[in-house]
């Protein structure tokens, strides 16, 4: 028995030694290949859409953190995913007075938000944070954007411990190959290009996207089936805001009525939301036009933007 | 819980460390923490039967027991009724009723009475087409003489709820299973490292082949009607593939992990895609279950038919597909499929060369001409029959049948075209490496039981260390699709 | 007819139905000794000796045998 425990371990041991650097060797290949499925780093500085066809990764979150390391002491500091980079501009914060940083990244669930918020809110320092939800983040169960962080912010036990308790295997695989890159400051000298297809990085994060026009199209009737996980990750961020008596304003930005209106649940999302603060649900507030303000269904267009944005700082001042 | 998940890693390394360190000295408490475990198990999965198994146990441990006392032949005939009709009846209600009624329903319809009856809200007990063909044999067998009645009832219920095998088995025939619980188990070694190695490798075929594949399957049966001929051939193939390499990994699984509490679970799969006609096809497939229909079902009827001799055969035969068939679900698909399986054997039986067991020469590296014909034949024949196995109706088998040998076989679809040439050329590499792994190992239980056994162990650790990086690498991974947001 | 010749008797009919000239039967053979014997080829292998012998078994006795010992026993039954 003892010698099959010691054996066991042994294997174990081996297989590690084995496996760690078959990931880094595999990844290293063709980063956008199908040769390396469970493998998923995607740095924003990559192709748009790779060899295959594949659609990568979207946000620029590589410049965002880069950026991100100049700032100090801001006055807003915007969270959330694409409806929060997309949909708060920076600019024109800028030109009410106040100095913002925007932090959301593509697919940020609250579980990628606590990672955020517990690296870079002491430095950031904000007098107040928007925070923008919606339903789908807190219905996911939010791997694509943990790989997300991995693969464009550095490694530390926080996400090790986060990469762990999602338990999948390419969050695993991409860790490792991340951990790598980051040990050795491979990322040092990479650049992400200003403008990415119809995407412009604007100074503090925000996303412009080439202006265009939504296409009304016809939406099913569906409902949001929340993820407990993400609703406790949620809590949890909040009580890091509040312990740093920080004003938290949680804000759910305009869809389309077409889109808005095909989901069930919307009032129970508000009830919800509601419970945890100041809270706006700009699909009430704002009366936009489907077809001018906004270029997809969840994402207000830069005139939209304006808007919203607008409507906004009214309300904070 | 399903053996790939942390879950039960858990509770088999928790279940393994108080078997093995804790009740190591004493029979009856290895065999209770087994009992223990199983209902545990059985519980997590589905507590709301956990009463039903225990009943069943119960049940035929006593019947069991007073078969084998009773001198009066009449007692003895209904107490094996009723652990038949417990047994029978049992699958009959859970697994049937509802497509007894709603065939029932169709029947009545065609002829133009609307009798519309009711199907009830039936749940089916987990592992109950395993566990009732288990206590079913048992009966039999005491009520035969084949098997001494246990009257320990620890280990009678460890033999109906072993919790390795009673989801998907194999089904172990209490005969060779029940003197083992019957001994205390010792230690082994090189049992529990042949153990560790199936369950690697079941879990390869499983994880890496099996759930590949069936990303590759599922859209092809879902949209059969829309694809050419090439796509349901390659669906057809693959299926084939896909469903072996599921179920067989299954059983290695269980049959290792069974090893590594000392037990050798009866085996499940011989290579079955390397049988040279379909009655060596069925000696390697699903072999607990054939081995039991032979002994319980198809024995008694050849005899009772050997007055009409070919005939008889057939006629055997196909009944014992048919109700090998049925055994796997309530769908006519399932019933056609067994009877057309029976088939198969008739031209066999005609020409008397059923039982010639035709096996491939040890040790060659590749087969013979000959022998590479009959493969290729047996399995596109086994390929065909898949069709109605996987096909959700009769119709839909039909169709896609139909789609096979008049549509054209152009346009080709995405599994053919570019676009996915990264990914396709992986999987063909991986059903190369399985072909050729499985082929060479086709002498064992398993096909990496004795690989590598001549090279010093660093050889076999590396082998070892690729199969979890294959894993690794290509095991689908199941996270929820983030549609919108990540734009 | 005396035992041993109904033993040879018996061996010829497995080699007719079996197709193997070299099958060699004793008392103590079982169907695990020899290769082509399994539950598919029994049957026929029953027939052929109920025909040979001119009697008939009952069900039971036929799943009953564990080895051609106890066949021929049988066999002896029905002569008594």
């Given amino acids: 028995m003892s010698k099959f425990i010691f054996t066991i371990f042994r294997f174990l041991i081996f297989s590690l030694i084995v496996y760690i650097p078959l990931v880094i060797i595999w990844a290293e290949f063709d980063r956008n290949s199908f040769i390396k499925k469970n493998i998923q780093y995607e740095l924003t500085i990559s192709k748009p859409i790779d060899s295959t066809g594949k659609i990568n990764s979207y946000g620029h979150m590589f410049s965002r953190i880069k950026e991100l390391k100049t700032f100090r002491n801001i006055d807003l500091l915007f969270i959330g995913a694409s409806q929060a980079y997309r949909g708060l501009d920076t600019r024109i914060f800028r030109s009410a007075g106040y100095n913002s940083f925007n932090l959301g990244s593509s697919n940020q669930t609250p579980l990628q938000s606590e990672v955020l918020l517990n690296r870079y809110l002491k430095e950031l320092n904000p007098k107040e944070i928007i925070y923008v939800v919606h339903p789908e983040v807190f219905s996911v169960d939010g791997v694509e954007s943990t790989l997300d962080i991995i693969a464009n912010d550095r490694i530390d036990l926080k996400i090790i411990k986060l990469t762990l308790s999602q338990k999948n295997l390419k969050l695993i695989n991409t860790l490792i190959y991340a951990s790598y890159r980051d040990l050795f400051n491979l990322n040092k000298n990479l650049n992400e290009p200003v403008v990415k297809r119809k995407d412009t990085y604007i100074k503090g994060g925000y996303v412009e996207k080439e202006l265009s026009y939504y296409g009304y199209r016809h939406f099913e009737k569906s409902t949001w089936e929340f993820n407990r996980t993400q609703f406790k990750a949620f809590e949890r961020s909040l009580k890091i805001i509040s312990e740093n008596n920080i004003k938290l304003i949680l804000v759910q930005a305009p869809t389309p009525k077409s889109f808005y209106s095909s989901q069930t649940n919307n009032v129970d999302f508000d009830n919800l939301m509601k419970d945890y603060g100041e809270y706006y649900n700009f699909n009430t507030i704002l009366n936009l036009d489907d077809s001018l303000h906004f270029y997809d269904q969840y994402h207000l267009n830069q005139l939209g933007v304006t808007i919203f944005d607008e409507k906004l700082i009214e309300m904070l001042d | 819980m399903i053996f790939n998940s942390i879950t039960f890693a858990a509770f088999f390394g928790i279940f393994f460390i108080l078997y093995w360190f804790v009740a190591k000295k004493n029979l009856s408490f290895q065999n209770l923490l087994v009992l223990a475990g199983s209902y545990l198990f059985y519980a997590w999965a589905d507590w709301r039967f956990l009463a039903f198994l225990i009943g069943v146990s119960a049940l035929n441990f006593y019947l069991g027991i007073h078969i084998e006392k009773t001198n009066n032949p009449k007692y003895k005939k209904l107490l094996l009724y009723i652990g038949l009709v417990q047994g029978v009846g049992g699958l009959a209600f859970f697994k049937y009723f509802n497509f007894f009624i709603t065939s029932f329903n169709d029947v009545f319809q065609s002829l133009n009475f609307n009798i519309n009856l009711h199907i009830l809200n039936i749940i089916i007990p987990l592992g109950i087409s395993f566990f009732t063909f288990k206590t079913i044999s048992y009966i039999l067998d005491v009520d035969k003489g084949k098997i001494e009645a246990t009257k320990d009832w620890v280990v009678f219920f460890n033999y109906v709820s072993f919790f390795p095998t009673i989801l998907s088995g194999p089904i172990d025939s209490g005969r060779m299973f029940i003197p083992q619980l019957q001994k205390k188990r010792v230690f082994d070694y090189r049992q529990a490292t042949n153990g560790l190695r199936q369950i690697l490798w079941g879990l390869f075929k499983k994880m890496v082949i099996a759930d590949n594949l069936a990303t590759i399957t599922n859209p092809i049966f879902e949209n059969h009607l829309q694809l050419p001929s090439s796509s349901l051939l390659l669906g057809a193939f693959f299926y084939t593939i896909q469903i072996y390499a599921d179920f067989s990994g299954y059983s290695d699984m269980a049959i290792g992990l069974g090893r590594l509490i000392g037990f050798n679970v009866t085996p499940n799969f011989n290579f079955p895609l390397f049988a040279q006609n379909i009655a060596e096809f069925w000696r390697k497939w699903h072999i607990s279950l054939t081995s039991w229909l032979t002994e319980y079902v198809f024995t008694p009827l050849s005899i009772s038919f050997r007055d009409l001799g070919k005939a008889g055969l057939i006629l055997a035969i196909v009944i014992n597909f048919t109700i090998c068939g049925i055994w796997h679900g309530a769908n006519w698909t399932y019933v056609l499929f067994g009877f057309l399986h029976g088939c198969l054997f008739i031209p066999l039986i005609l020409k008397g060369t059923m039982n010639k067991k035709k096996k491939t020469t040890k040790n060659k590296l590749l087969p013979t001409f000959k022998e590479f014909l009959n493969i290729a034949g047996t399995f596109i024949q086994v390929m065909f029959l898949f069709v109605i196995f996987r096909a959700e109706t009769i119709s839909n088998a039909f169709h896609y049948y139909l789609g096979i040998f008049s549509r054209s076989s152009f346009p080709v679809t995405e599994f053919e075209t570019k676009t996915r040439t990264g990914e396709n050329f992986v999987f063909i590499i991986l059903l190369l490496f399985l072909l050729v792994i499985e082929w060479r190992g086709r002498e064992n239980q398993y096909a990496i039981e004795n690989l590598g056994q001549k090279y010093p162990r660093i050889v076999r650790f590396v082998f070892y260390a690729l199969i979890i990086f294959l894993i690794g690498m290509y095991a689908p991974t199941n996270e929820t699709p983030f549609i919108y947001l990540k734009f | ?80």
Avoid: P, Y
């Avoid at chain 3, 049957?43 to 010992?69: C, D, H, M, P, Y």
């Fill in chain 3, 1 to 80: 007819m005396e035992r041993h010749d109904k033993l040879k008797q018996i061996n010829d009919i497995f080699i007719d139905i079996l197709d193997n000239e070299d099958i060699l039967i004793e008392e103590n053979t079982t169907a695990k000794d020899i290769d082509e014997w399994d539950s598919l080829t029994h049957i026929q292998l029953v027939v052929a000796i109920e025909k040979k012998f001119k009697i008939r078994f009952t069900s039971r006795e036929i799943q009953s045998w564990k080895n051609v010992g106890e066949m021929i026993d049988c066999i002896e039954t029905k002569f008594a």
